[in-house]
């Protein structure tokens, strides 16, 4: 009996460690396809700041914004799916640009999902 009580034991715990690894994996997997959007987002950006160049900030420590509605609408991307395959807000999601030094800019997305957005924006 006490054999019997030892052996469920182990098997729930290892059955624990499978559904906490295979969450873990899935989580991973999550963060991974949205940064891979928000790098394209950043790509595709900076093609749009190429050819208007007038809208990057002119002063150091100055920002600006581009929306991904403007990004999707001059088909410098296409729209955004989220995991679920449900578009992202595309007037919510942008990227911004920071001048850094006189001829550098730093980008950074930030995508909005219904079930995702990315952390440290607005």
Do not use: W
Request: with cysteine; net charge positive; proline share 1%.
């Amino acid at each position: 009996m006490k054999k019997k009580i030892i052996i469920s034991a182990i098997l729930v715990i290892l059955v624990l460690l499978v559904i906490g690894s295979a969450n873990n994996f899935f989580k991973v997997k999550r963060i991974e396809y949205y940064n891979e959007k928000e790098k394209l987002m950043i790509k595709a950006s900076k093609e749009y700041f190429s050819f208007y160049n007038n809208y990057l900030p002119k002063e150091i420590n100055k920002k600006t914004r581009v929306l991904l509605s403007a990004l999707v609408l001059e088909q410098y991307m296409d729209k955004i799916k989220d995991d679920t395959g449900k578009d992202c807000d595309i007037s919510k999601s942008y990227v911004e640009v920071e001048k850094t030094s006189e001829d550098e800019f730093l980008y950074k997305a930030h995508l909005v999902c219904d079930n995702y957005e990315t952390k440290g924006g607005e």
